[in-house]
């Protein structure tokens, strides 16, 4: 089973930036990773995605203003995220469906602030 832990996430202010670290027991271009969110009360959704293969896709709401990539020397899956809205408060997940069932972080609380 694959291991994943996420760090980077905290407090800040509408408009500021932040970058959340996906760290996997693997190879990360052995796997695809999605970023999830979940907000208080809300389902958990998809905010962005990378093949192993290196392809991105974004949800609409953060298209332009967050960015999906990997760290070769650190084997990570990182979301840069820029121009932050407090509607991008949340709990922030990794994911990957490698393996027999799919693997989740234990998430990092993402809170801005208006």
């Known amino acids: 089973q694959v291991q994943l832990v996420e760090s980077g996430g905290g407090l800040v202010q509408a408009g500021g930036s932040l970058r959340l670290s996906c760290k996997a027991s693997?190879?990360?271009?052995?796997?695809?990773v999605d970023w999830y969110r979940q907000a208080l009360g809300q389902q958990r959704e998809l905010v962005a995605q990378?093949?192993?293969?290196?392809?991105?896709n974004y949800v609409d709401s953060v298209k332009g203003r967050f960015t999906i990539s990997r760290d070769v020397a650190k084997n990570t899956v990182d979301l840069q995220m820029n121009s932050l809205k407090p509607d991008d408060t949340a709990v922030y997940y990794c994911?990957?469906?490698?393996?027999?069932?799919?693997?989740w972080g234990q998430g990092t609380q993402v809170t801005v602030s208006s």
């Open positions: 994911t990957t469906d490698h393996g027999p069932q799919r693997a």
């Open positions: 990378i093949t192993s293969g290196g392809s991105a």
């Open positions: 693997i190879s990360i271009f052995s796997i695809n």
